[in-house]
């Protein structure tokens, strides 16, 4: 069913994508909607390769999926549409002994092609590109910082590690009560790590990193225009 639902993302984005850049360049004038949303909704991601080492070491694993939170600004006109999109996903697992916290922040591009619109209803297609940087936690529970002993050397049972991360891929929207108070819109879209950052830590060296080749990340979420 993701295969399908992948494959008609695609098709749809792909075929849009020379109608679209045609209608950039003949519609002219104020837009006919702009203006913030926010956005909820989930973000999933392929396997982590740093979870075999999680794995190996005992450690909780990264999640394949996140809750995600977005709020951007949108320009919209009769063919073409325009998001700019910050993005939140945050996640937090645990054992009974250690737990991994984290934070995936990114901003996405999101130009798309309106080929159907009727009565406050449209469906766009078109494509992202998105930089996001992944940032999580790994401790121990149950650590204590004694603030009369700061001395970094008496504290331990704590790795902090981020990477970078390019995407692109195909998106659709589908938009509803547009000529409404409470406009809709259900954006979907599926993405591939072009261009992926090794592991690395601000607070230490890292040796033995690895890096997140040619991931894919697939996301759905309803948009509230403000």
Known sequence: MK???LTAICLASFSAFAQETDAVTTESGEP???????????????????NDKLVAS????LPDAMFEVGIGYNLTW???????????????????????????AGVT?????????????????????????????????????????????FHSGHISLSNQQLFMGPSVSVAAFQNSEFPLKLNVGYQ???????????????????????????????????
């Open 3 to 5: 295969k399908i639902l």
């Open 32 to 50: 006919i909607r702009k203006g913030f949303y926010i956005s909820f909704g989930v973000g999933t991601m392929n396997d982590y390769n740093i």
């Open 58 to 61: 005992g450690m909780p694993q």
């Open 78 to 104: 009769e063919k073409i549409l325009l998001d700019t999109e910050f993005h939140t996903d945050y996640f937090d697992k645990k054992t009974s002994t250690d737990r991994v916290r984290g934070v995936v």
């Open 109 to 153: 591009l999101r130009p798309q092609y309106i080929p159907f619109r009727s009565n406050g209803f449209y469906i766009g297609t078109g494509a992202d590109i998105s930089y996001t940087t992944n940032t999580f936690d790994l401790y121990t529970r149950g650590n204590e910082i004694d603030l009369n002993n700061l001395d970094p050397a």
């Open 192 to 226: 591939w790590a072009v261009v992926s950052g090794s592991w690395d830590s601000e607070v230490a060296d890292v040796t033995n990193t690895v890096k997140e080749n040619g991931q894919g990340r697939f996301y759905a979420k309803l948009t509230f225009l403000l």
